[in-house]
Nanobody, 121 residues
């Protein structure tokens, strides 16, 4: 099993930056793909994903070039660096872990509790 705890959310002005962290416990972390999703007013959507080794990443078109996902398996932590934030990035951000990862929620078995990101205009 993997337990996930997100941190780093908060209130930021448009154009600013935030770095989200997701601390994982459990032996399966280093073998798991990791993803970030966000829940806005309507639906939860894919943001970014990274494979188990960290050498392959995937991004939603809406965040490509602004967000960077990375992981440190020695620290059991995955990060989401968010730059040039926009009001439409406002959401609750969740990290997730799964054997294969990717862009689909169903590929992830474990989820954190979420952290709120609010971007003011």
């Amino acid at each position: 099993q993997v337990q996930l705890v997100e941190s780093g959310g908060g209130l930021v002005q448009a154009g600013g930056s935030l770095r989200l962290s997701c601390a994982a416990s459990g032996r399966a972390f280093s073998n798991s793909a990791m993803g970030w999703f966000r829940q806005g007013p309507v639906k939860r959507e894919f943001v970014a994903a990274v494979n188990w080794s960290g050498d392959m990443t995937y991004y939603a078109n809406s965040v490509k070039g602004r967000f960077t996902i990375s992981r440190d398996n020695a620290k059991n932590t995955v990060y989401l660096q968010m730059n040039s934030l926009k009001p439409e990035d406002t959401a609750v951000y969740y990290c997730a872990a799964g054997p294969t990862g990717g862009v689909r929620e169903m590929k992830y078995d474990y989820w954190g509790q979420g952290t709120q990101v609010t971007v003011s205009s």
